[in-house]
């Protein structure tokens, strides 16, 4: 099977650092493929919040990640401080992508690529909603 092929863009306006916990690491001794999702959550959560917005409140509705891709490149390791970054990208009506980046600025290695599907959600009537005009402007995308 072929592996999955992201590539890393050529800037990311938004970017947090996480330092590894111990609890972040799996069975052998690196941060767990699911963990670097609960990561990647935080560095959304962070990149919104510098926005004014939150996935449950993101211009009167909420936000939920409708697909996942991710290509582990490194290992990471407890005490390992990891750079988050993030962009915005491929707006659609209801949904756009974010395309994140993964570094270890200690040795400069790319630690993966990921890439998730967000879409416009409204929780009480359980669908799927067009991004308010004012979040696609945050976003850059107007």
């Keep these: ?9 050529d800037g990311y306006p938004f970017g947090t650092d996480i330092t590894v916990r111990i609890t972040d690491l799996n069975y052998g001794g690196h941060v767990g493929n699911d963990t670097f999702l609960s990561l990647i ?15 449950l409140d993101c211009g009167g509705i909420s936000l939920i990640m409708a697909d996942a891709a991710v290509v582990f490149m490194a290992e990471a390791y407890a005490g390992d401080t990891l750079r988050f970054e993030v962009a915005a990208g491929e707006a659609l009506r ?5 395309f994140h980046r993964v570094t270890r600025p200690a040795d400069g290695k790319t630690v993966l690529l990921a890439e998730t599907g967000m879409a416009g959600w409204d929780y009480r009537a359980g669908k799927i909603m067009p991004l308010p005009a004012a979040v696609r402007e945050k976003l850059g995308f107007a």
């Design 1 to 9: 099977m072929p592996r999955l092929r992201l590539e890393p863009l």
């Design 94 to 98: 209801c949904g756009f992508r974010l």
């Design 41 to 55: 959550h935080e560095a959304r959560a962070a990149f919104l919040a510098s926005l004014g917005l939150s996935e």
